[in-house]
């Protein structure tokens, strides 16, 4: 879903929701790439945290 937000962003763009769209774009992507690192820490395995029921 993040990543579609950033696809779907026009370029052209100068302001999305009162901020500008470069400092927009530049969250989702970090956001985007901290649920990533998150996702696959937790999904690793047997070392991972997330336990399996």
């Known amino acids: 879903m993040i990543a579609s937000l ?3 962003m026009p370029n ?3 302001e999305v929701f009162g901020f500008e ?3 927009v774009k530049m969250f989702l ?3 985007y790439y ?3 690192l998150v ?3 937790l999904t ?3 070392k991972g945290k997330l336990k399996k029921r």
């Open 12 to 14: 052209d763009a100068k």
């Open 44 to 46: 690793r395995g047997k």
């Open 6 to 8: 950033i696809i779907v």
């Open 29 to 31: 992507y970090i956001f």
């Open 21 to 23: 769209a470069d400092n």
């Open 39 to 41: 996702g696959t820490t």
């Open 34 to 36: 901290v649920v990533i």
